[in-house]
């Protein structure tokens, strides 16, 4: 048995890894979903990091840290607290050393990537149900739980010296609005140099196609 902790993305409720949740289960590992604290003005990367380890278990075996989106930021900074045995980012923003998070969108080019693929795509890329959940049963939207994010994570650089030293891996989502492909490919083999694995899905593919998802997570667990 393997236990994932799976970090959320910005003003993300825990509750979106339920599916994730339920196949890891079935087949015999454990998934942590975390709860940050999104909503909380004094709350900063540093913060988020430690309630990642809060979640975390010492009597087990190494975890795999899942981060999906803006926990990209969160999922690095807690590998070393949490003594991972791997990072998965999950169609996640990839953190740089001493750069905001709130810098990251000018810096990789993001914003000018996402009304690109909206203009070839036919869809309003102001439209966050279009950005997001593309993909995903309107029946299962309509539960979503969404929470206020605080901008304190984003406002000071991303406080590691480097990413962390474990085996790491990106999953990409081929029909990702908010990250397309394409911009994704380009960022993963900017800042870690290696080929992302790629599956079906939008941004919120944990919604659409957990079984996928859960497939590539448990590779070699």
Request: charged share 20%; aromatic share 8%; net charge negative.
């Amino acid at each position: 048995m393997t236990a994932f902790l799976l970090v959320p993305g910005g003003g993300c409720d825990p509750s979106y890894w339920r599916f994730v949740l339920r196949e890891l289960a079935v087949r015999g590992h454990r998934g942590i979903a975390v709860d940050l604290p999104c909503a909380d003005d004094s709350a900063d990367l540093n913060v988020y990091a430690d309630v990642v380890a809060a979640h975390s278990r010492a009597d087990g075996e190494p975890p795999v840290v899942v981060a999906h989106s803006f926990g990209g930021f969160t999922g690095a900074l807690a590998c070393p607290r949490v003594g991972a045995a791997e990072l998965i980012y999950v169609s996640a923003m990839i953190p740089r050393p001493g750069e905001c998070p709130g810098d990251w969108w000018s810096a990789t080019g993001c914003v000018a990537a996402q009304r690109e693929a909206a203009a070839a795509g036919g869809y309003d890329v102001d439209d966050a149900v279009a950005l997001y959940y593309n993909g995903v049963d309107p029946a299962v939207i309509g539960a979503e739980i969404e929470r206020p994010q605080s901008e304190t994570p984003a406002l000071k650089p991303w406080p590691a010296q480097a990413l962390p030293q474990v085996p790491t891996r990106f999953l990409l989502f081929r029909d990702d609005r908010f990250f397309p492909e394409g911009f994704m490919r380009r960022v993963v083999a900017d800042r870690l140099g290696i080929e992302p694995e790629a599956m079906p899905g939008g941004h919120m593919a944990m919604l659409s196609h957990p079984v996928e998802l859960v497939d590539l997570l448990t590779i070699g667990h």
